[in-house]
């Protein structure tokens, strides 16, 4: 394998099995260096990269930053608050700013589904989406994929199951892609009214009840609601929805099998997991954290070789 097949990293549907298996043998690498009382390799020495936040963001914001600085990149923030796009600045013009001050690549959060399709369409830096809206989530769905294949030494043919608000997840796509790209099953399980109309269209199916899912699968992602997105209410309240498809200690300990319990964070504690199955040993959601880094480095590594 010669480098990636594509110049920006805009989701996990534009790049290819093969490019996942590069970024994971890269990452391979790279968790080795993190790992390592130096933490740090000068791969990335005179390249500067942009992160721009235009929506909140704690672990990809932080976690983008970290593999930057790990690669010896030199690394500016811009976050919408306090910035002049409060004054009425349009996103090319923000950011064709910015790449005035010689930046080569734009790691960019946005809360418009394809924001980063069109800023790769209008300038000449690399890009990579660190979630835009609704649509894609790439490295989270990457470092998702990456953590399960660390535990179970591949990602074919293990069964997965997404749980919560599949609607307004960039998370759940962007693992949807990734997990069958590289051979898993997918189900998606949640209310009818936060599941995609047609989702059977992206290969996965459909299971309501959150017993049966668990039944079948070895690694549940439990996602957030994301109530921030939601214009109407899709579900009563919190508490019915805890009550349907909240995990706790209780329906974990009652599976025939130890599944593998994932997260990306941020967690609502007491809305779809319990504390004691948050911090259980069947939870990974740490070391997702830490695969973050790894994989962003080599998301980055890879994509600096595209730079024109
Ligand atoms: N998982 C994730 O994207 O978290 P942040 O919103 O904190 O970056």
Same mark, same amino acid.
């Given at each position: 394998?010669?480098?990636?097949?594509?110049?920006?990293?805009?989701g996990?549907?534009?790049i &290819?099995?093969e490019?996942i298996e590069?970024?994971?043998?890269? =990452? !391979?690498?790279?968790?080795?260096?993190?790992?390592?009382?130096?933490?740090?390799?000068?791969?990335?020495r005179?390249?500067t990269?942009?992160?721009?936040f235009?929506e909140?963001? &704690?672990? #990809?914001?932080l976690s983008?930053?970290? =593999?930057?600085?790990?690669?010896?990149? $030199?690394?500016i923030n811009?976050?919408a608050?306090?910035?002049?796009?409060?004054?009425?600045? &349009?996103l090319? !013009?923000?950011?064709s700013?910015?790449?005035a001050?010689?930046?080569?690549m734009v790691?960019?959060r946005?809360p418009?589904p394809? *924001?980063?399709?069109f800023?790769?369409?209008?300038?000449?830096?690399v890009?990579?989406?660190?979630?835009?809206? &609704?649509h %894609?989530?790439p490295?989270?769905?990457?470092l998702?994929?990456?953590?399960?294949?660390?535990?179970?030494?591949?990602?074919a043919?293990?069964?997965?199951?997404?749980v919560g608000?599949?609607?307004?997840?960039?998370?759940?796509?962007s @693992?949807?892609f990734?997990?069958q790209?590289?051979? *898993?099953e997918?189900k998606? /399980?949640?209310?009818? #009214?936060?599941?995609?109309?047609?989702?059977?269209?992206?290969g996965?199916?459909?299971?309501?009840?959150l017993?049966? =899912?668990?039944?079948? /699968?070895?690694?549940?992602?439990?996602?957030?609601?994301?109530?921030?997105?939601q214009?109407?209410?899709y579900f009563p309240s919190l508490r019915?929805y #805890?009550?349907?498809?909240g995990? @706790?200690?209780?329906?974990? !300990?009652?599976? !025939?099998?130890?599944? #593998?319990?994932?997260?990306?964070?941020?967690?609502?504690?007491?809305? %779809?997991?319990t504390?004691d199955?948050? $911090?259980?040993?069947? *939870?990974?959601i740490l070391?997702?954290? %830490?695969?973050?880094? *790894?994989?962003?480095? =080599?998301?980055?590594?890879?994509l600096a070789?595209?730079?024109?």
């Amino acid at each position: 394998m010669s480098g990636l097949s594509v110049k920006h990293l805009l989701g996990i549907k534009y790049i &290819t099995k093969e490019d996942i298996e590069l970024i994971f043998q890269t =990452a !391979d690498n790279f968790k080795q260096v993190i790992n390592r009382p130096i933490k740090k390799v000068p791969s990335l020495r005179d390249i500067t990269i942009a992160n721009l936040f235009f929506e909140n963001s &704690t672990r #990809t914001k932080l976690s983008f930053e970290l =593999a930057e600085k790990r690669l010896s990149a $030199d690394v500016i923030n811009f976050s919408a608050s306090g910035s002049s796009v409060k004054k009425g600045e &349009t996103l090319l !013009d923000t950011v064709s700013n910015i790449l005035a001050m010689k930046v080569d690549m734009v790691v960019m959060r946005h809360p418009l589904p394809g *924001a980063g399709q069109f800023l790769s369409k209008n300038i000449d830096a690399v890009i990579v989406n660190a979630g835009d809206g &609704t649509h %894609e989530h790439p490295t989270q769905g990457l470092l998702d994929a990456y953590s399960i294949r660390e535990k179970y030494g591949e990602v074919a043919g293990k069964k997965v199951v997404i749980v919560g608000d599949i609607l307004h997840s960039r998370v759940a796509l962007s @693992n949807i892609f990734a997990l069958q790209k590289l051979g *898993a099953e997918v189900k998606v /399980c949640g209310p009818a #009214t936060l599941i995609p109309k047609h989702v059977e269209t992206l290969g996965v199916t459909y299971e309501p009840n959150l017993i049966k =899912a668990l039944q079948w /699968c070895d690694v549940a992602n439990m996602l957030r609601i994301q109530m921030e997105r939601q214009d109407v209410q899709y579900f009563p309240s919190l508490r019915e929805y #805890t009550l349907q498809y909240g995990l @706790n200690k209780q329906i974990l !300990d009652s599976l !025939d099998k130890e599944i #593998t319990v994932m997260h990306p964070g941020p967690i609502n504690r007491g809305v %779809e997991i319990t504390s004691d199955v948050a $911090d259980s040993s069947q *939870a990974i959601i740490l070391p997702q954290v %830490e695969n973050g880094v *790894a994989v962003r480095m =080599a998301v980055l590594y890879l994509l600096a070789g595209k730079i024109e």
